[in-house]
């Protein structure tokens, strides 16, 4: 009897979680089947799932023809260049607090978090004001700026806990056999939190190549545009083409969508080697 009872919990439970993933992963779906319509398929049968022909003319044109690539260039750049820099200065900082100031690191960590507790659109003016001061408004340098001082706190408060985790024991025995600081630093301590590193940095990246408000704000050019701003600006045609819109939102979500699912388990496995009690 409890056997028959376990298994339908678990029949039960994996019925709720297909359900689940299939409410999760339709809209996806939905987009990509709609970016392979004809504009006449989907304005006379908007509702019909599957495509009654196959076109990849709304691909070439949101490509080609809207310079979609360029923004999505922009957006690749952007974004690899913030989690590169915010990577490199979060380690060090974050290192520098759990080494150097073991008793002002729970209370630097805090501040770190603090700032998250206010929304983005405060600083739109004071961050417009100072870019503009220093003629970094509509470049990307400003932008990559801007995106650091949201990316680098969250990303030290995420380190600190992964370098919590490596035993000073192993940095002690290094500095005995001759190593310096930075050598034990490079080789030693950045290996052991390696998967800390990676959740961080695909955190960094998704946020900032997600962003919409400050790319909006700071950039007013069309080659420098960012690709979330690029999607907005379809919606805000005099006519809207769905079929443009539909094949631009599958350029931007599937690619991340996919390299999501590629390194879900990195991702996982470094939260939890993070994780201090």
């Not at 709304?58 to 915010?86: E, Q, Y």
């Not at 729970?106 to 004001?129: C, E, G, H």
């Not at 940095?201 to 050019?221: D, G, K, R, V």
């Not at 631009?248 to 993070?274: C, R």
Request: with cysteine.
């Amino acid at each position: 009897m409890t056997n028959w009872k376990e298994k339908m919990g678990g029949a039960f439970c994996h019925l709720y979680l297909i359900i689940l993933s299939v409410i999760a992963f339709f809209p996806l779906v939905w987009i990509l089947m709609c970016s392979v319509k004809s504009s006449g398929e989907l304005t006379a049968n908007p509702t019909h799932f599957l495509p009654k022909q196959f076109t990849m003319e709304n691909f070439t044109h949101v490509i080609h023809d809207l310079g979609f690539a360029l923004n999505i260039g922009n957006s690749l750049l952007i974004a690899l260049f913030t989690t590169c820099i915010a990577i490199v200065i979060s380690s060090m900082a974050a290192y520098g607090i759990v080494r150097f100031f073991p008793k002002l690191g729970a209370l630097m960590s805090r501040a770190l978090v603090a700032t998250y507790m206010f929304p983005p659109i405060l600083l739109a003016i004071p961050y417009s004001l100072v870019m503009a001061k220093l003629g970094l408004v509509n470049t990307r340098v400003g932008l990559v700026i801007v995106y650091l001082s949201f990316s680098v706190p969250y990303a030290v408060w995420m380190l600190v806990g992964f370098f919590k985790t490596v035993p000073l024991g192993i940095e002690e025995a290094a500095r005995v056999d001759g190593a310096n600081k930075f050598q034990i630093f490079v080789g030693i301590v950045l290996p052991l939190v390696m998967p800390g590193i990676v959740a961080t940095a695909i955190y960094t990246f998704i946020n900032a190549w997600n962003e919409f408000l400050y790319s909006l704000i700071l950039i007013n050019s069309t080659d420098k545009m960012t690709v979330s701003v690029a999607l907005k600006s379809l919606q805000g045609a005099e006519i809207l083409d769905w079929g443009d819109m539909m094949a631009a939102s599958a350029l931007v979500v599937i690619p991340s969508v996919v390299f999501f699912m590629f390194i879900q388990n990195k991702i996982a496995s470094g939260m939890t080697d993070g994780a201090v009690k």
